[in-house]
């Protein structure tokens, strides 16, 4: 909580820090009702620092102070001085030791931020601020300090203590408690610190090193959860696999732990050798975990795994360079799960990621560059922007290297930087000197916020047999940066004629082969293509090369022909949502004006032909048969009209259902998996061709299509299609049979909390009228709980921001609703609350009465005493 308005931090006012901290040495005395915390810290001035006679300032918060030493000395009460957020002491000797004695109160902890409680386990978050509630530190990423830590605690309860680094010793105490000493030789700024204490049990593996060392991996979970980290386990040992293959990358320590907590604000979280994740994103077991869940695992233990280099070995020197570790982690666990299933659905999934809600954070209120310049919260920047625009950044670097000068480029990068806390700007600066190329443009991804608009037009000259692309970029303005430059725009192309792709010669050169890329780097530039012999359709931003929003005037014909010509299944992906986007628009045209709206019959027959196209990989056959998401439609749009765009794309649904019946029966038929479940990309694609064609047989409402549903509930193997099935039921208008499942769905997983998450959450997303009051009566369920995460994500979270049919109700009551929970949140767990305001921040682009009624709640939870800087900075901005 704030005591007055929270503080502006600029990039531009980096100053290095006044102190270093050579050693950090902890003990923690855990207890039920409060926990003592003695920090051992060896100082000196930084060399490096502008004044040196300048105060000791250390952050802390929350933290009752019990004494205070230095060398040795206590310090009386003058010597010192506490505010709510530091101590203070102004003479201090050039190097030093600072003992802090510091009570702390974990179990009282609900923002999950430093030191608390889950269920019965202690642990710790300390990313991004969160070490500043254990004790009185420098708690910036630029102090990098080696720790040893004890911890103690009653050896009952908590068998299991550990902490970054090797176990050094160990040993009991005779009242009932214990103690383990842990010792992390690597150097690690406070952020990566990690402490457990549980009553936990672990399944262990091991690792050997290409170098040959040993690598003991465990994972440790509550006991009833030892049944789901075998697929963790093994996503882990290929990850390390693969860093070493493709990076040159090999794990530096003899252990590797992960733990799983249920109470967790994030994914997960890569503290040196103790990661700490979120039980959604490591525990699977066929049973219990979709499809998508065993994805997300796999995706999630690389990433904190490949944070051992990107990000630990080569920290950050402040937050504002936070996509240094996170763009290029994302881009590094992107391109493992492609390597590991299928790469062009992996880039397709992510790309759909980005245009929904990072193209609409960039056209919003919280819009900042990838390299922000200014926050009141760090934690408000765990953004899309961060994570996937960088990621994004990053894949450009990449192909603009190169593979091979983009592995030197990385490996001059962690050569370089080696056990250093470093900027955007050094890893950029690496690339150049590997492969010898000049950046300086491509810099402005870093600080340009916006999403880039590219218009590109084709004239075709048959008489000059050249085909000439014009394009202009132009960036919107985005809060506090009104005027952009052009970025430099890699635009991977090809031109398609009737057989195939023809040669590319650009400005008269030598065949350049079939694809190349253009490089856009001026506001409107012409790029002329000689000996093209037919007028051909133009196939750009292949594998979605740069993330801007590329418009061509294609016609229908020409979007058909890319769906069932190009090569690239991203392209071919695209093209079926382009014309999915023009068809609903014109349904959506159609509502507004009072007229009856008309599917498009090139759709159905496109579909048609892509239900039967045997050469498609079926995941694609899958996602091509989707409509633009709502998410999407209302991302393009500008006075989003939320009930004509679920009118539209319903009965868009309902006219391919109908027309297509056949084959959609077809693939729900032909693709019944018999064999044992298996997470391969072959068993998911099918599955998830199968539930494609079950929603769409499911609204026709006939008898044959309830019965498969109802089947598939009962009988399948795995949570994919049950959930599929309970998914689709529910949204149906079969009262009954929703009864029975939603009853038995319950009573059949009442004891396993992921799965209770997911029934949470299909009874949130259900499109049907009422679930708002449905919703509200869920929250006094039993199973739900306020202060859990992963429970206020899977029924507010995903009614607010998935179900916009129903929080958008015209009333307003869904805004109400959010804007209650917000407040309620607010107190408990500021980060989940800011988290949460996401749906309302966008009320700008909504149709006037749903604007209104959107801002007023904005402004009721400004009105609110005591708002925390999370809430505040987001309230505040989408406000203005
Ligand atoms: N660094 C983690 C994400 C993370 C960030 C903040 C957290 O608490 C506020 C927790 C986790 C990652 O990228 O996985
Ligand atoms: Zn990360």
């Given at each position: 909580m704030r005591d007055a308005q929270p503080k502006t931090i600029f990039l531009k006012d980096y100053q290095v820090p006044d102190f270093l901290i050579e050693k950090t040495d902890l003990y923690f005395s855990l207890d039920e009702d409060k926990s003592v915390v003695t920090a051992t810290l060896s100082l000196r001035r930084n060399p490096a620092a502008t004044d040196q006679t300048a105060a000791l300032v250390l952050h802390g918060q929350e933290l009752v102070l019990l004494t205070v030493s230095i060398d040795g000395q206590a310090l009386s009460d003058a010597d010192y001085h506490c505010s709510s957020d530091s101590l203070t002491i102004q003479k201090v000797p050039d190097s030093f030791v600072l003992q802090c004695m510091t009570e702390i109160k974990p179990q009282e902890?609900?923002?999950?931020?430093?030191l608390y409680k889950s269920n019965t386990m202690y642990c710790t978050q300390c990313e991004a601020e969160g070490f500043r509630k254990i004790t009185y530190y420098l708690d910036r990423p630029d102090v990098m300090s080696v720790f040893t830590t004890t911890v103690e605690a009653d050896k009952e309860r908590y068998p299991v203590l550990l902490s970054n680094g090797n176990n050094v010793a160990s040993g009991d105490k005779d009242n009932g408690r214990h103690w383990v000493k842990w010792d992390d030789p690597f150097k690690k700024p406070a952020y990566l610190f990690a402490l457990v204490a549980g009553d936990l049990e672990y399944t262990e593996d091991h690792f050997t090193t290409q170098s040959g060392d040993d690598v003991t991996l465990r994972i440790f979970v509550e006991p009833k959860d030892l049944d789901k980290c075998a697929h963790a386990m093994s996503s882990l040992i290929n990850s390390m696999r693969w860093d070493e293959d493709v990076y040159g990358r090999e794990y530096d320590l003899s252990i590797f732990n992960i733990v799983a907590v249920d109470d967790f604000n994030m994914g997960a979280m890569e503290n040196k050798s103790l990661n700490i994740f979120n039980t959604s994103c490591v525990l699977a077991k066929p049973e219990t975990t979709t499809d998508a869940g065993f994805q997300r695992v796999e995706g999630v233990v690389a990433h904190e795994y490949f944070h051992n280099w990107s990000g630990n070995r080569v920290t950050c020197r402040d937050w504002f360079q936070l996509s240094l570790k996170e763009g290029f982690t994302v881009y590094r666990d992107a391109e493992f799960s492609a390597d590991m299933g299928s790469r062009t659905v992996k880039r397709v999934e992510d790309v759909s990621l980005l245009r929904t809600v990072q193209f609409a954070e960039d056209g919003g209120p919280m819009a900042h560059p990838v390299r922000p310049e200014s926050f009141m919260e760090i934690s408000n920047f765990y953004t899309v922007t961060i994570y996937e625009k960088g990621a994004e950044v990053v894949r450009m670097i990449a192909n603009l290297l190169g593979p091979e000068d983009f592995r030197k480029g990385t490996d001059l990068y962690f050569d370089r930087h080696d056990g250093q806390a470093v900027t955007c700007e050094d890893f950029v600066k690496a690339m150049e000197d590997a492969a010898g190329i000049d950046l300086t443009q491509f810099r402005r991804w870093y600080s340009q916020a916006g999403t880039p608009r590219v218009a590109v037009e084709g004239v075709y000259d048959a008489a000059a047999q050249s085909y000439s692309l014009t394009v202009e970029q132009h960036c919107p303005a985005t809060p506090g940066q009104e005027q952009k430059q052009p970025f430099h725009i890699p635009m991977a192309m090809a031109l398609l004629g009737q057989d195939g792709a023809l040669p590319l010669h650009l400005d008269n050169t030598a065949n350049a082969g079939l694809e190349m890329v253009v490089d856009i780097t001026q506001a409107r530039q012409t790029f002329v293509f000689n000996q093209v012999k037919e007028k051909p359709v133009p196939s750009l931003l292949?594998?979605?090369?740069?993330p801007v929003k590329l418009s061509f005037d294609y016609s229908r014909d020409d979007l058909l022909f890319l769906m069932s010509n190009d090569s690239d299944g991203f392209i071919r992906w695209d093209a079926s949502q382009q014309l999915g986007v023009q068809v609903l628009n014109e349904m959506i045209a159609a509502l507004q004006k009072g007229e009856e709206p008309t599917v498009d019959p090139r759709l159905i027959t496109a579909y048609r032909s892509i239900l039967q196209d045997e050469s498609l990989d079926k995941a694609m056959v899958a996602l091509m048969l989707k409509l633009p998401s709502e998410a999407y439609m209302t991302e393009i749009s500008d006075d989003v009209d939320v009930h004509a765009i679920y009118n539209a794309r319903t009965l868009a649904r309902l006219t391919i259902a109908k027309q297509l019946e056949q084959e959609l029966w077809q693939a729900l038929r032909n693709n019944h998996c018999t064999e044992e479940y298996q997470p391969s990309a072959l068993q998911i694609a099918q599955r998830s061709l199968k539930n494609t064609a079950l929603a769409y047989l499911m609204l026709l409402d006939t008898q044959e299509a309830l019965d498969a549903a109802v089947e598939q509930f009962d009988h399948a193997n795995n949570m994919t299609d049950v959930l599929a099935a309970f998914n689709v039921i529910l949204n149906s208008g079969f009262g009954m049979q929703k009864q029975r499942v939603l009853k038995l769905f319950y009573e059949r997983w009442q004891h396993e909390s992921l799965v209770v998450n997911q029934w949470f959450m299909a009874q949130a997303v259900c499109s049907v009228p009422g679930t708002l009051e449905h919703v509200k009566g869920l929250m006094s369920h039993p199973a739900f709980d306020l202060k859990n995460p992963n429970k206020v994500r899977a029924l507010i979270g995903a009614f607010c921001g998935q179900n916009a049919v129903n929080f958008h109700q015209r009333d307003g009551a869904g805004y109400r609703f959010l804007a209650d929970q917000i407040i309620a949140l607010n107190s408990l767990n500021p980060q989940v609350a800011s988290r949460l305001l996401g749906p309302l921040t966008k009320w700008k682009k909504y149709s006037e009465a749903s604007r209104l009624l959107m801002k007023a709640e904005l402004e009721r939870i400004m009105a609110e005493p005591g708002l925390s800087s999370d809430v505040f900075e987001v309230v505040s901005k989408s406000l203005k």
């Open positions: 902890n609900t923002s999950l931020e430093g292949r594998g979605f090369s740069a």
